[in-house]
């Protein structure tokens, strides 16, 4: 009787430790993950994600693999991992235009803020202000002189609709108190060719991108869109220096689905900083003329919810909507 009392308690006990969910932060990762990079392969957001994802994978054991979800300014991929299972087996490998999207697109599908938890920021890549030699400008202020001389005629290229590229434009705008005429191109490669084109005057391009061209002398930089002087290009002033809080970055994060155990996040986010300190990630990060940050969820959260904000108010004064 004793023993058979005694199996049935064993039992139980097997069926209690089958069904208890396991230790989340301890265990993770127990399997393949994947990281959601929202735009296309080959770009800025795809080649910092997979620098992120051989370290990951080489520090904790499993496959870390990007899996390319673009579409609507990135928002598809965002939407799948807010919706994924928040188990710690799906992140979002994002940028600034993550921000962007909550003010810029009427209908989203789900809420950035509330469906997706912030894990870390990665880098920041600063825009760099930039005019075609044809353009009489050698600063700041004389462009802006020159663009309220000439008002409307000066026209800026951007990327796109609705990207950093063009929310940058308008805040200098609305810093400086000037009219010029925006282009959108599909892209940061049409805007490239028709600035060498010189069918552009001036547009706000990224560190890297613009440095080959800067120094062969067939763009002038101006300033550069950060609170800091950049290490790429460390002559340029600030335009935050003349506009105080002016700043536009592709800066670079990770987020996973909210919900996710405190845990693993916390793990995940130690990995991350732990990545940004290896020699060999900031110099792979410097040739993509970003700069290593790091940060805690909180900050990075923090920082989030202020980007949102500051777009939202350049959105909103500039009247820019996209479906």
Known sequence: MAYSRLGRAAALMLVLVAAAPPASGQAWPTRSARIIVPFQPGGGTDIQGRLLAKKLSESLGQSFVVDNRGGAGGLIGAEIVAKAPADGYTMLFSTASLAVNVTLYKKIAFDPVKDLAPVSWFTSAPLVLVVHPSVPAKTVKELVA???????????????????????IEMLKQSAGIDVAHIPYKGGGGAVIAMMAGEIDMRFAGQLAVLPHVKSGRVRPLAIASTKKSAVLPELPTLAS?????????????????????????????????????????EAISKDGAEPVGSTPEEMGAHFRREIDKYAK??????????
């Open 146 to 168: 020159l663009a309220r001389q000439h008002r409307g005629k000066l026209n800026a290229g951007s990327n796109g609709t609705g990207t950093t590229s063009h929310l940058a």
């Open 242 to 282: 003349m506009y105080p809080g002016f700043e536009a970055d592709n800066w670079y994060a990770m987020f996973i689905a909210a919900g996710t155990p405190k845990d693993i996040v916390a793990k995940l986010n130690a990995e991350i900083v732990k990545v940004l300190k290896a020699p060999d990630m900031r």
């Open 314 to 323: 350049v959105i909103k004064a500039a009247n820019i909507q996209l479906e």
